[in-house]
């Protein structure tokens, strides 16, 4: 199978040694997207509604480096520090997926990268 790396500058740039994205098939696998302000690396200010909505932005610019949308994407999993965040990321998350909207998993950690509340990682199908 052909394994094909992903990049744009349009997303924040890996903080590790992984892929943005790589095509493996007809799928795609997207590393997960923490709040990063891709022009400075840095974590954006604000709270839970800032955070997720710089992770959608995040995610739109890597979809659309390989030539998908939010329709393409068939299962996500969201990462939370708080739970008790998870009614205002829903509500943001749910404003990108219309139709049919992706598998999910959410679940609560630890910590994330960065001191980061969420961040998101999908997979998605390549348009024919």
């Not at 710089?54 to 998908?68: D, F, K, P, W, Y």
């Not at 949308?69 to 009614?87: H, P, S």
Request: net charge negative; aromatic share 8%; glycine share 8%.
């Amino acid at each position: 199978m052909l394994k094909k790396q992903i990049q744009t500058t349009d997303a924040p740039a890996a903080i590790g040694p992984y892929s943005q994205a790589i095509r493996a098939g007809d799928f795609i696998f997207y590393s997960g997207q923490i709040p990063l302000d891709p022009s400075s690396g840095t974590l954006v200010d604000g709270g839970i509604e800032e955070q997720t909505r710089q992770v959608i932005t995040n995610m739109r610019a890597m979809l659309h480096a390989s030539g998908c949308d939010f329709a393409d994407v068939v299962k996500t999993t969201i990462y939370l520090t708080d739970l008790a965040d998870f009614a205002t990321v829903n509500e943001i998350y749910g404003e990108c997926f219309s139709d049919v909207p992706p598998a999910r998993a959410c679940v609560q950690v630890a910590a994330l990268p960065k001191g980061s509340m969420v961040e998101i990682e999908w997979i998605a199908t390549v348009k024919r």
